[in-house]
């Protein structure tokens, strides 16, 4: 067997079967075994090393052909398979409190799985077909039943498609380069391209407003989830990039252009947080911040940047996880999530309510929350290279910090003799709770996560040393 | 003779990306479609072995065959737009203009990247009339002709460059995905008009 067979195919194949089932839990428990399986066995299993046990003797290949070309996984990707199958374990498990099981496990299993085969594609360059795809099978988990797709799906849609030529005709530039690296005609023209591709990939400013849009329209678990795994699998793809063209890694504005975006993003998804009406578009907005912080890691360069990188990974996750899951809980019982309509909600959602300020202050950075150690490595980070940088970064932080001091008020506010209730259902308060906890010990004792990325680095060959 | 071929084949890439931009009727734009696909094929057939071009034909094809059942079942009653331009001439205005710049910029790609100006502009132009689609029209049926126009476009560049069969199975796909994503959403309810 082959290591893409078992974390590409056979998840693929799953969630065609997972489609055919119709209870919600049967359909979560069955993903979540499965995906911990995958988990388990990326961080167990060694990869083209033979595994005997007791007469048995096996190994699994790190490469599998199809049409001409190779999906490579190999040893160093271990540590990044079990993270992104560990995390959409705590994606699938949590569904069924809001009811999103069926849809959720079985096409984000595929999601993932298209994914994991985007970062296993040789040539990489290939990836964009398979993020494609994996677009074009979040489609329907995006809109919403019943409802004729809103704005910020179709935004979403063209996006993500446009991004699609411009990687692939970059890759043929980029080919070309290497023959040539002294035609900085053909250089510029790559990097343009590229920079385009990224940019409606990643959704970078001023190609963002479709997520805005969709947090405002769809559910936002399942946006959540979508705008948890694109950026990172995305972010992961460009790392890809700089890694493997020496001349972009080394181009000497490369520092100042993502020092820039990050910041654009940082600012602007901040401030537009902090003047949001909608809960489900303050959400977008912090997730735009991330990608820029994300960027802003990349910026840093080195080993540094690239663990702050990594560190920034589970409490993103994490936070993101509470902030979705408190919003649908929320969306499925208020008429609508702007501010001026939800006035008091703590008294009747005591836990979605805590969870959704708790991970929006946990993203804006917040000491002793799960944000807190990675955003303030990359304060310090930008701090040491420019103030004004680390400045207007903190700007954006203070931004999302006031959205949700502003929400935190609103929630309060309920009129005189409101009696205090719990509208959530036994199981949502226990994931919530698990939330809050998990969001206050990692800010408290961050380096209870360090052995997930530590291994992480060593898949890239140059930027990992 | 191949030469008046491509010619042709750009001038039915003209004719048919125009008309998409002109027409209402959805019978009328997959039909258009359908004739592009033609086009598409012999430009790409320069480049790529019949039996590979012929690959995009019929999943072009395949494509409008998705998205014509898909709106018989829908409400035939067709959808307007009241924040966009809607007249005729300002849609010929526009065409016009995306097809000199097309042209001019077809002028410096067809040099820089070996190929005969009527598949560079060709290329240039769906990609062009594609961008124009989905700028001027938020509806889920045009956007997805848009789309399709747009990666037509592409996919007869990349054919000069890259002849992989992954390649060419994997845009088969997305095309045929984005025709069931328009086929997926034709199939959403209509929401009551006021």
Redesign the interface.
Known sequence: MSAPFLWIFLPLTLAGLLMLLRNQKVIALIACIFTLFLTLAAWLLPIDTAITIGNVSFKLSSSFEILGRHLVLGSADRSLLALIYGSAIVWFAVAPAVKTARRLTSLGLAITALLVAALAVEPFLYAALLIEMAVLLSIPLLSAPGQRPGKGLIRFLIFQTLAMPFILFSGWLLAGIEANPSDLGLVQQAAILIGLGFSFLLAVFPFYSWIPLLTEESSPYTVGFILWMFPTVTIFFGLGFLDHYTWLRDAPTLGSVLTTVGILMVVSGGLLAAFQQHLGRIMGYAVIMETGFSILTLSLGGTVGLNIFFMLFVPRTLSLVVWALALTILKEHSPTLILGDIKGLVRIWPFATSGLVLANLALAGMPLLAGFPPHQAIWEGLASKSLPTVIWVLTGNLGLFFSAVRVMLVFAAAPEGAHWESRETVAQRILLAIGFLALLLLGLFPQWVLPLWTKLPAIFTHLGQ | MITILNWFALLIALVTSVGLLLHRDWRWGIGLLAIQYLSIFWLVQTHWPVSMAAAKLVTGWMACAVLGIAHLNTDPAEETEASWPQGRLFRLFTAGIIMAATFALSLRASGWLGLGLPIAWGSLLL?GMGLLQ?GIS?Q?FR?ILG?LT??AG?EI??AA??S????A???S??NL??A??GA??LN????EKP
């Open positions: 990609v989905l938020a889920p956007v789309l747009v990666l592409f560049l990349y460059v890259e992989s069969t992954l390649v199975a994997l845009l796909a997305v995905g984005l069931l994503t997926y959403f959403m309810p209509q929401e």
